[in-house]
Each structure stands twice: as C-alpha cells, then as structure tokens.
C-alpha cells in the first residue's frame, strides 16, 4: 500500500492539515501518558489533555465554539479492522508521526465498502489534522512498533459515549455503534465478534505487509 503525506493534493477529499495551533503542551501531556502493554486504547475525554491551553482554541476556533472534547487513542496497530465516521469533522493531533487508513462516505454501497478503496496517509508529530464528517476513518497505525503512536481525539462533547436507544428506521440506524460514531467492520474484527455491523469487504489491511 502507498503511503501518501497530509500534504498531498490527493489528501484534499479526505481532511486539511490546520495551521497557526501550537500543539506543544498538548504533546507533552499525552506523552506522559504510557502506552497499554498490547493493543489500542481510547478514551473519549482525559482531563490532563483537556487542561492544556490549546483546548480552548480548538473549541472556540476549530469548532466555532461548540463544545468538545479531548480524549486519546493510543497504543500499537497495524491494521484497518474497522471504519467509522461521526456528523462532524473529527481533528487529530498526534505526539510522533501516525498513519491514518481512510476511506470516503459516498463510497459505501449497499450498506458496503470494498476496502480497495482505501487509502493511507502518513501525518507528521504536532500537526493538528482535521478528517472531514464525511470520511471514513478508525484507529490510527503506528510507523515505527517499538514507539507505538499516542493520537489526541478532538470531537464534539459527548461523541463516543453510550449508544442511544432507538428503534432503526433506516439501514444506517443499524450502524449505530455509540453516541454520534456510525461503524462499518471487517469480519476478521474482534468489533464483528461483539456485534458490531459488518460492512467492509475485501482484505482487512495491515500496513505491516
């Protein structure tokens, strides 16, 4: 798989790097935070990340003032496994370089997405990256194992908390994985063995290979 940069043009449909944020404390939160001994975690909120002076900037400038939250998805990954995709633009900001794999929402079909489509963009440390709403997108790839990637998780307050109760009046209610986050999953995922709706087809993609 060809890695592409934030900076590519072909970058465009899928999100923009924000410019004029200095991420520097933000960094230096998540580093203190150590990494889980395997796997990914993610934490929707984290008030050490959230105490950093960048926090009311991005509120008030990257969101207009809408009330967000600062969690944190860190660890070791390799592998797409998943996509999800919320109402609004999620911003990423990561304390080493990370890889993000994503797709577009208009590419799934039928309640399906080939993961041919899929494409992978490396982000440098520090750089605020905004994923557009309509972009697909899961848990960040580390570049290097022995380092892991620690990626803050900037959303609207509330995002990723306990799924709504609703009856589904449509095929996309059946996404519904939590509060405002929409899943499609890999069948070899460990999120299709708990539930979650299987909706990706093709290889389940491991930057490793």
Known sequence: MNIESV?????KPYGQALTGYNTAALVSAMEAIPLPEEGVAYEPSIAALEASAIFGQLQ??????MPVQIGMCWGRN????????HRDSEVNIGAGDFILLLAKQDEIVDGQLDTARVR??????????EVYATTLHYAPCHVDGA???????????????????????NEEDKWLMARNKWLLAHP??????????????????????
């Open 78 to 85: 390799t592998r797409l496994n998943c996509l999800e995709y």
């Open 147 to 169: 380092d892991g990637f620690r990626v803050a998780i900037v959303l609207p307050k509330g995002t990723n908390e306990a799924k709504p109760s609703i009856a589904p009046v």
């Open 188 to 209: 070899e995922s460990s999120e299709a063995g708990q539930g979650a709706y299987v909706g990706l087809a093709g290889t389940n993609i491991d930057i490793s290979e």
């Open 7 to 11: 900076y590519d043009p072909s970058f």
């Open 120 to 129: 992978a963009f490396r982000v440098p440390a520090g750089v605020a990256v």
């Open 60 to 65: 008030n400038n990257a969101y207009g003032g």
